[in-house]
């Protein structure tokens, strides 16, 4: 018995036997290439977060010890050896830090690396030790014409390698505690004694 095909129906000897039309084929084909797209734009994403994560932490990692300054070391303005804040700019004057006040931006100058175990705990250009040496002050108050350790060690060429007396100053043997080898010419010709040997009334021309 001899078969007739349909006339003007083309068969694709591929698909011949199976239930997947075209049409089917066509979307299964379009499904794949975007899938793959979708996975490559997946792939690039997560690629620019990684980018973008590793470049905060570098960021991080470079800029947290940025903040801190290789030395504190800084010159204040009345030309005083004084402590540098984070911000490199602040330069405070010795007697600033750890003095329970806040003088840096961020606080540092009372950390308490900085202040637990005062005046070791100290840079050793912030404070000078007495004559007595369980007595200390902060280097500012060292060379300023007040006797602030108390027995004038603060003042003396030997042990602080304090200058002689400056213009504004007069030198003799004060009669108050509080000078050592001299005292201020506003003292001078004031009409009361301040030298032992009466100069700041006699001799001294403010
Ligand atoms: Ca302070
Ligand atoms: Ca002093
Ligand atoms: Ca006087």
Redesign the pocket.
């Known amino acids: 018995m001899n078969r007739t095909y349909p006339k003007g129906r083309n068969f694709d000897n591929n698909s011949f036997g199976s239930t997947e039309t075209m049409l089917e084929k066509e979307e299964k084909d379009c499904c794949h290439g975007c899938t793959r797209k979708c996975v490559c734009i997946t792939a690039l994403v997560l690629f620019m977060l990684i980018i973008i994560a590793v470049a905060i932490a570098l960021a991080t990692v470079f800029a947290l010890p940025a903040r801190t300054p290789e030395s504190r070391l800084c010159t204040t303005a009345d030309n005083l050896t004084g402590y540098l804040c984070d911000d490199r700019i602040t330069c405070?004057l010795p007697s600033?830090?750890?003095?329970?006040?806040?003088?840096?931006g961020n606080?540092e100058?009372?950390a308490a690396s900085l202040c637990s175990n005062l005046p070791d705990s100290l840079p050793g250009n912030l404070f000078f030790r007495c004559g007595n040496p369980s007595i200390w002050i902060y280097s500012n108050f060292k060379c300023n014409g007040i006797n602030n350790c108390g027995d004038c060690s603060d003042e003396s060429a030997a042990l602080a390698s304090c200058p002689s007396c400056g213009s504004g100053w007069w030198n003799c043997n004060p009669v108050l505690f509080q000078y050592c080898n001299c005292v201020p010419r506003s003292l001078c010709q004031n009409g009361a004694q301040d030298c032992s040997d009466w100069s700041d009334e006699y001799v001294c021309i403010k």
């Open positions: 405070l600033q830090v750890c003095n329970s006040a806040n003088d840096c606080g100058d009372e």
